[in-house]
């Protein structure tokens, strides 16, 4: 199902006071957010719960969460982890999972850390780690998205080979 862009503002404003609440209530505790890069208006299909399903097994295995949310929504899956340790030591985890996972590339693992009345990520530099990639060329993938480089049709096609989805049976 397609979702519009108020739909999609609407759900990143609701995932921030989410987590915004959580840090507020797990003070100490690190949370970890999960979202699916998924380019487009579909942020649920197949594609995207097989990457979520496979992040929250990740996450799982990497920590123990003190306290887990998941969220199957029509703007795109959400799981929220509250795990037991530094700040910069589980974004470094969190950064490896995203490296190392064959669905690593499609997943977006943010540690939030208050600030003020918000939250913000902390960014893959505070832990000496590069930007992240372009799905289609590798060159920086903010560049590519800034410039619009690549189609969404090309992207999916990536993403579906990441998957291992053949639309060619």
Same mark, same amino acid.
């Given at each position: 199902?397609?979702?519009?862009?108020?739909?999609?503002?609407?759900?990143?404003?609701?995932?921030?006071?989410?987590?915004?609440?959580?840090?507020?209530?797990? &003070?100490?505790?690190? =949370?970890?957010? $999960?979202? +699916?890069?998924? !380019?487009?208006?579909?942020?649920?299909?197949?594609? @995207?719960?097989?990457?979520?399903?496979?992040?929250?097994?990740?996450?799982?295995?990497?920590?123990?969460?003190?306290?887990?949310?998941?969220?199957?929504?029509?703007?795109?899956?959400?799981?929220?982890?509250?795990?037991?340790?530094?700040?910069?030591?589980?974004?470094?985890?969190?950064?490896?999972?995203?490296?190392?996972? &064959?669905?690593?590339? =499609?997943?977006? $693992?943010? +540690?939030?850390? !208050?600030?003020?009345?918000?939250?913000?990520?902390? @960014?893959?530099?505070?832990?000496?780690?590069?930007?992240?990639?372009?799905?289609?060329?590798?060159?920086?993938?903010?560049?590519?998205?800034?410039?619009?480089?690549?189609?969404?049709?090309?992207?999916?096609?990536?993403?579906?080979?990441?998957?291992?989805?053949?639309?060619?049976?």
């Amino acid at each position: 199902m397609e979702i519009t862009l108020a739909q999609l503002l609407e759900s990143r404003d609701a995932r921030q006071l989410r987590q915004i609440q959580l840090t507020r209530r797990f &003070p100490g505790r690190q =949370l970890i957010c $999960l979202t +699916v890069v998924l !380019p487009g208006p579909v942020k649920r299909d197949a594609r @995207s719960l097989k990457v979520a399903h496979a992040g929250v097994e990740a996450v799982r295995h990497a920590f123990t969460p003190v306290y887990e949310e998941l969220h199957d929504l029509e703007t795109g899956y959400e799981g929220y982890f509250i795990v037991e340790g530094d700040l910069l030591d589980v974004k470094k985890v969190c950064c490896g999972i995203e490296n190392d996972h &064959p669905f690593g590339r =499609l997943m977006d $693992l943010d +540690v939030l850390e !208050p600030s003020g009345d918000s939250v913000a990520p902390v @960014s893959r530099d505070r832990v000496g780690e590069p930007p992240r990639r372009c799905l289609v060329c590798d060159r920086p993938a903010r560049a590519c998205m800034r410039a619009r480089l690549h189609s969404i049709g090309e992207i999916v096609q990536t993403i579906d080979k990441i998957i291992g989805i053949d639309e060619n049976p």
